[in-house]
């Protein structure tokens, strides 16, 4: 990174809950302009709810987020909308809808009664078909698409929005791995070539160790652990945040961390190094 | 902005040069929208087909050339008194009221999520009754216009009130408490309007009259009343448009757009509440087209509601005009009111729609 560490999005003291429910409690948080930002955490921690406020689709009970410096709750919503692109995690899409139509209404933010559809809009709309490689199903309704297909029409609508931050809310849910692996290339290469600043919400811990700059763990709606992967998925964060016996060892492919979950019915053996023979 | 645009075609041309697929692309977004205007043309004349069939059939059938010489030179001839003071108006009811039932159906049925839900699923048409036969009974009066107003005045309130309790979640207003709210204060409504007409003969007669759905025996100058709350719903609705296709990706997409919900759902709700509240309190509560025609419409522009709410505008009048005019014809000498017209053909037409297709997810 050649240019001075530049905060995109910052947190302040946040607490975030629904009603007398409080989910994330006093947390504060930078997101770095230019990198891929991953939040690990087991079920119910608030990462999600995390990612909706960061992403002004939850209003603060206490503290707030700041866009560029400014109060993303005082800023337009339209402003804020060409900035910071938000896509939830099983969003849905009236039937019927073309994947080129689903594409378009990403420009919205851009739009006005005065102003429809302009060269502008054509040119992000075929641009975000193309680089997720969705140009030749254009045509076809969402209910024609595979999952992961499906997955990569939504991120093509999230990037035809032209914004400089995408906040994914568990991109890979309900995808094989072959097909997790294939939207997470597709959103390396966001940041890569368009140069997207990305936060997103992931389960697989060794795919967000091989996919993001940054990871942030989180237990219980506060921020355990936050760093570069190598230093934060450690066995000791496996214990302490998810309760889970683990080895870590170097990703062969990549060299980043590797989680091994151990398990009951491995738990003596590899405790005693037993030769496993049933292990049918 | 400026890096998404790396191949973005230049204004001037479609021809992208580093890629075949991409004009493809804009050629068949062009041809689909050049498919829809001309869609959009074809009711139109369809529409005006309809109005002229309104004018001309009826008990006394009318020859074409006397239709135009009633419109352009009148001389009060029997068939020209009969086309200015009788059908003309009822015609021009009936496509205001068709319009407006059709737009309003369709914001409907977007704002709910609901391919069940009609114009009248938020309390409107109850609330219309109950202040019509309120007045009624208070007031002693039977003049139409009075009537009008308090009927409007009723679908109003009644709309108000069901928006209200259905805003009292921490979610704010979501289409299923909505409904809610519209059943039980619809339920309420209908339970004071039974008990008033029960308690009460006059009110009974000219609620019967009200209720029964009928674009015939409407006072002519009902429909100048009316026109500037529809016109006021329609143009709501147009700007609405936009807004319902955002929200029609979910809350937290549309938010993430830039779109107010709220916004959205109040601007939304205000349109439906001047069509319907209007066309209501015109010619009493009218069924299935507000129910039915989005489907159709739907069927020909798809989920994009700066196109289905033209379309879904035009086919409610069309349906309106054309269930009205066999209305007249069936049962001759005597006719057929319009409500139990589109009953009996839009509950089976209804019923192929449901068939065909699994219902829709909107």
């Not at chain 1, 091989?210 to 990871?215: A, P, T, V």
């Not at chain 2, 309130?157 to 309790?165: M, N, R, W, Y």
């Not at chain 2, 066309?279 to 507000?290: H, K, Q, R, T, Y």
Request: glycine share 10%; with cysteine; net charge neutral.
């Amino acid at each position: 990174m050649t240019a001075a560490a530049r905060v995109r999005l910052r947190a302040e003291g946040l607490s975030l809950g629904y009603g007398e429910n409080r989910v994330v409690e006093g947390l504060d948080l930078d997101v770095i302009d230019g990198t891929i930002t991953a939040v690990i955490g087991p079920n119910g921690c608030g990462k999600s709810t995390l990612l909706r406020a960061l992403g002004r689709l939850l209003a603060p009970q206490e503290g707030h987020v700041l866009l560029d410096g400014k109060r993303i709750d005082k800023t337009p919503t339209r402003e804020v909308a060409k900035i910071v692109g938000v896509l939830p995690q099983t969003p849905v899409a009236p039937d019927g809808l073309t994947v080129g139509d689903l594409v378009a209404r990403g420009r919205h933010p851009h739009q006005a009664w005065y102003r429809q559809w302009s060269a502008d809009d054509e040119g992000a709309v075929s641009e975000a078909l193309r680089m997720t490689g969705m140009l030749e199903f254009a045509e076809r309704t969402l209910d024609q698409l595979s999952g992961g297909q499906r997955q990569r029409a939504w991120i093509s609508m999230a990037l035809a929005q032209g914004t400089d931050l995408l906040l994914l809310d568990e991109p890979t849910t309900y995808l094989d791995l072959a097909h997790q692996v294939d939207v997470l290339d597709l959103v390396q290469q966001l940041h890569d070539q368009a140069g997207r600043t990305v936060i997103m919400v992931l389960h697989d811990l060794n795919l967000a160790a091989r996919y993001s700059d940054r990871l942030i763990a989180m237990r219980d709606g506060k921020i355990v652990a936050q760093g570069a992967p190598q230093d934060v998925l450690t066995e000791q964060l496996l214990s302490d945040v998810f309760d889970l016996d683990a080895r870590v060892v170097p990703d062969p492919v990549a060299g980043t961390p590797l989680v091994v979950p151990i398990g009951s019915r491995h738990r003596v053996r590899v405790d005693s190094a037993a030769p496993a023979d049933d292990t049918m | 902005m400026e890096r998404s645009v790396t191949v973005a075609t230049p204004s001037g041309s479609r021809r992208s040069p580093r890629s075949g697929v991409a004009p493809q692309q804009a050629d068949a977004t062009v041809r689909r929208r050049r498919r829809r205007l001309i869609g959009l043309l074809v009711l139109v004349l369809v529409l005006l087909a309809s109005v002229l069939a309104s004018i001309a059939i009826g008990s006394k059938p009318i020859a074409l050339a006397d239709v135009w010489h009633a419109l352009a030179t009148p001389t009060g001839t029997e068939d020209d008194i009969v086309i200015g003071s009788l059908r003309v108006p009822r015609t021009m009811l009936g496509l205001v009221v068709g319009i407006s039932l059709g737009v309003a159906g369709a914001l409907m049925q977007g704002h709910t999520r609901n391919p069940l839900a009609d114009p009248g699923l938020l309390g409107v048409n109850q609330g219309a009754a109950f202040a019509i036969v309120l007045s009624i009974f208070m007031l002693r009066t039977d003049d139409i216009y009075t009537l009008v107003w308090f009927g409007f005045a009723g679908a109003l309130v009644a709309t108000v009130a069901v928006f209200a309790l259905g805003s009292v979640g921490r979610g704010g207003p979501t289409p299923v408490t909505l409904a809610l709210a519209g059943a039980a204060i619809s339920a309420l409504l209908y339970a004071l309007t039974s008990a008033l007409v029960l308690l009460d003969a006059q009110s009974l007669e000219a609620f019967r009259f009200w209720r029964s759905g009928s674009l015939a025996g409407r006072d002519p100058e009902i429909v100048l009343q009316v026109l500037p709350f529809l016109v006021a719903g329609l143009v709501l609705a147009l700007v609405n448009s936009p807004g319902l296709n955002a929200l029609s990706l979910g809350e937290d997409v549309a938010r993430s757009l830039g779109q107010s919900v709220m916004l959205t759902r109040v601007v939304g709700i205000a349109a439906v509440t001047l069509l319907t509240g209007a066309a209501v309190s015109a010619c009493g509560p009218i069924g299935f087209v507000g129910l039915v025609v989005p489907h159709m419409a739907r069927a020909i522009t798809g989920p994009d509601y700066r196109w289905l709410l033209p379309y879904s505008g035009l086919l409610g009048a069309i349906m309106l005009l054309v269930a009205d005019v066999v209305g007249r014809v069936v049962a001759r000498p005597g006719e057929l009111q319009v409500g139990i017209m589109l009953a009996l053909v839009g509950a089976p037409f209804f019923l192929v729609l449901v068939r065909r297709r699994r219902l829709v997810r909107l």
